[in-house]
């Protein structure tokens, strides 16, 4: 069982950054990034794999938001720029199981989750 935690939401006005941190308590393959603002559906942000060669971002934050990954740390980030009132969520990472190195826009693939961060953009 892997454990996900992650950190760095906060509250941005338009226009600012913030990098999103996630922490594993073991080996991981493909990870992942989902949000999911209230009375809305959870939707894919960006995912990588495991030797973080191979990325995908959904065209919304394409261009703005970069996905990147510390196997030694165990650790993967979300750096996010010129950020959007629509870009505010609770952002969860999450990661595939072992063997699965293969990326995903479908939240189901994913085995493992993180409690989520909030990030709260102001216009």
């Known amino acids: 069982q892997v454990q996900l935690v992650e950190s760095g939401g906060g509250l941005v006005q338009a226009g600012g950054s913030l990098r999103l941190s996630c922490v594993a308590s073991g080996r991981t393959d493909a990870m992942g990034w989902f949000r999911q603002a209230p009375g809305k559906e959870r939707e894919f942000v960006a995912a990588i794999s495991w030797s973080g060669v191979t990325t995908d971002y959904a065209d919304s934050v394409k261009g703005r938001f970069t996905i990147s990954r510390d196997n030694a740390k165990n650790t993967m980030s979300l750096q996010t720029n010129s950020l959007k009132p629509e870009d505010t969520a609770a952002y969860s990472c999450?990661?595939?199981?072992?063997?699965?190195?293969?990326?995903?826009?479908?939240?189901?693939?994913?085995?493992?989750w993180g409690q989520g961060t909030q990030v709260t953009v102001s216009s």
């Open positions: 999450a990661a595939r199981r072992s063997g699965f190195r293969t990326i995903s826009r479908e939240f189901r693939e994913y085995a493992y």
